[in-house]
T-cell receptor
Framework: DQQVKQNSPSLSVQEGRISILNCDYT??????FLWYKKYPAEGPTFLIS?????DKNEDGRFTVFLNKSAKHLSLHIVPSQPGDSAVYFC????????????FGTGTRLQVTL | KAGVTQTPRYLIKTRGQQVTLSCSPI?????VSWYQQTPGQGLQFLFE???????NKGNFPGRFSGRQFSNSRSEMNVSTLELGDSALYLC?????????????FGDGTRLSIL
């Protein structure tokens, strides 16, 4: 039972355009959501998070949107850069269990020139 | 500030053997979590240690165990290795308090079972 789902295994976007990565969850107890980026042969790197009391959080080129009623979140990267090419993981946890993340299966983003 | 350090980076074992992986967290971080990453299952939570005590546990068999030392360094042990244990094992550390500090990951130990 995959509680966090990333239905698009891959995404290709042109440099300078917007990248939109999507994530759905089924566990209504989740109230914190995070995005991680992973390059080959490296561990995941934290990008941005959002709590369920918000519907948007922005950090530079990265914005995360949360739609609680749809149990859906998305990561927007604007503008996309070649260095953004990586695998992006969506993760979630319940209050008090911040060290027990439930991850999606990842979306491989390729930013082309 | 040094990041999370995992040793060794690569390991090859045979079925039935046991293995111990090591993780040194970021200085000041008291929580250490372990994850298994496989192509089919993605990243799955194994367990978390905080102040030398296991605080959370995932759905893995008892062959997977861990411990944490007083300096917050952690080890993970897998006994009676099976082919399906071949994976990237990731360690993550965080402050571990009641707040929502994000986890910081090491680069992992790639375990291959022959």
């Amino acid at each position: 039972d995959q509680q966090v789902k990333q239905n698009s295994p891959s995404l290709s976007v042109q440099e300078g355009r917007i990248s939109i990565l999507n994530c759905d969850y089924t566990n209504s107890m989740f109230d914190y959501f995070l995005w991680y980026k992973k390059y080959p042969a490296e561990g995941p790197t934290f990008l941005i998070s959002i709590s369920s009391i918000k519907d948007k959080n922005e950090d530079g080129r990265f914005t995360v949107f949360l739609n609680k009623s749809a149990k859906h979140l998305s990561l927007h990267i604007v503008p996309s850069q070649p260095g953004d090419s990586a695998v992006y993981f969506c993760a979630a946890y319940e209050t008090g269990t911040a060290s027990k993340l439930t991850f999606g299966t990842g979306t491989r983003l390729q930013v082309t020139l | 500030k040094a990041g999370v350090t995992q040793t060794p980076r690569y390991l090859i074992k045979t079925r039935g053997q046991q293995v111990t992986l090591s993780c040194s967290p970021i200085s000041g971080h008291r929580s250490v979590s372990w994850y298994q990453q496989t192509p089919g299952q993605g990243l799955q939570f194994l367990f978390e240690y905080f102040s030398e005590t296991q605080r959370n546990k995932g759905n893995f068999p008892g062959r997977f165990s861990g411990r944490q030392f007083s300096n917050s360094r952690s080890e993970m042990n897998v006994s009676t290795l099976e082919l399906g244990d071949s994976a990237l094992y990731l360690c993550a550390s965080s402050l571990g308090g009641s707040g929502s500090s994000p986890q910081h990951f090491g680069d992992g130990t790639r375990l291959s079972i022959l």
